[in-house]
């Protein structure tokens, strides 16, 4: 007969090790997966070579004048996720979408994730392409990378698009994200475990079964790998060393501006004073939240368009 302190123990270490073992279940199905889901995935797109290492662009269409899409933070596949927008630009345009290290089919890097630092390895690879003279066309964070850029290579770029595009000192922008968490969870197999009884997050959006599960292969691989989580580290840096600045002059920007988006205060207000820091800078607002592309890629198309066109004529 068991002494009840005996009894207490057993039953502790089950409630112990019930969780422990699963996951450590978790963990290991985690990798196992991911390995056999990357291993059977097939290729899209083309490689270059930029700094030693392998960067994934895809080029569709065959138009006179070439738009460059450049990916928000923790997009884990930017030519994916950029798909229907691509679909509604390339029988105008030539589209290149860049999938910057640590994204998509690219490869990993050591390299910091400081804006300089991307800036210059996507335009080596559009080098290597031979492109030099492009539209800039970016979601999110790529809005404070294409400041950066535009400085860099100004007899390059002929506009800005920016897709809800973050601004310098927007309220927010200094505060750290919790990169050590997102660490953990993808390591002990959790971020799968949830994504797995998540709602689909691309329901009812125009993409199909087969690029759902590409981009659900590449989130397993990329968002939590250690170029995703330095970027995301280097953020309020990115944000910081981009404070007060505007575009130059002369360059020609377009900002969609999402109404849905609140999180930010005095969002639109930002990105109005960015369009009027330069000559000819126009906000549109589109109904819709961050990922227009996802939801509204038919508008803004054809208002890229219309001022494309419209810059064109003058």
Same mark, same amino acid.
């Given at each position: 007969m068991r002494t009840p302190w005996k009894v207490a123990l057993t039953t502790l270490g089950v409630i112990v090790a019930v969780p422990v073992l699963a996951i450590a279940t978790t963990a290991i199905v985690n990798v196992i997966a991911t390995r056999v889901e990357t291993s059977v995935f097939t290729p899209y797109g083309e490689t270059v070579a930029v700094d030693g290492k392998n960067m994934n662009v895809v080029v569709a269409g065959e138009?006179?004048?070439?738009?460059?899409?450049?990916?928000?933070?923790?997009?884990a596949a930017p030519t994916l996720d950029f798909q229907p927008l691509i679909s509604e630009l390339q029988d105008t345009y030539r589209v290149v979408a860049v999938e910057p290290f640590g994204t998509g089919l690219s490869d990993q890097t050591d390299v910091e994730r400081t804006a300089e630092n991307i800036t210059s390895e996507v335009h080596e690879a559009l080098q290597e392409l031979g492109i030099d003279r492009y539209v800039l066309m970016g979601h999110s964070i790529s809005g404070i990378y294409a400041l950066t850029y535009t400085a860099a290579y100004p007899d390059e770029v002929t506009a800005f698009v920016g897709i809800d595009s973050s601004v310098?000192?927007?309220?927010?922008?200094?505060?750290?994200?919790?990169?050590? %968490?997102? /660490?953990?969870?993808? &390591?002990?197999?959790?971020?799968?475990? $949830?994504?797995?009884?998540?709602?689909?997050?691309y329901e009812g959006l125009p993409?199909?079964?087969?690029?759902?599960?590409?981009m659900q292969v590449l989130t397993a691989r990329n968002a939590a790998a250690p170029t995703m989580l330095d970027e995301m580290d280097h953020a309020p840096v990115n944000f910081a060393e981009v404070s007060g600045k505007t575009f130059r002059a002369d360059l020609p920007v377009l900002l969609?501006?999402?109404?849905?988006?609140?999180?930010?205060?005095g969002w639109l207000e930002l990105h109005e004073a960015q369009a009027a820091s330069v000559d000819r800078?126009?906000?549109?607002?589109?109904?819709?939240?961050?990922?227009?592309?996802? %939801?509204? /890629?038919?508008?803004? &198309?054809?208002?890229?368009?219309?001022? $494309?066109d419209s810059l064109a004529v003058r």
């Open positions: 138009g006179e004048e070439t738009i460059v899409l450049l990916p928000g933070l923790g997009t310098p000192d927007q309220p927010g922008a200094d505060e750290p994200i919790p990169t050590s %968490t997102i /660490s953990t969870f993808s &390591a002990l197999g959790l971020t799968r475990v $949830l994504s797995g009884i998540a709602p689909d997050p993409y199909d079964d087969a690029t759902k599960d590409r969609f501006v999402a109404d849905e988006d609140a999180e930010v205060p800078g126009e906000v549109v607002r589109i109904d819709g939240g961050h990922y227009l592309h996802h %939801t509204r /890629s038919p508008e803004l &198309a054809a208002q890229t368009r219309t001022f $494309l």
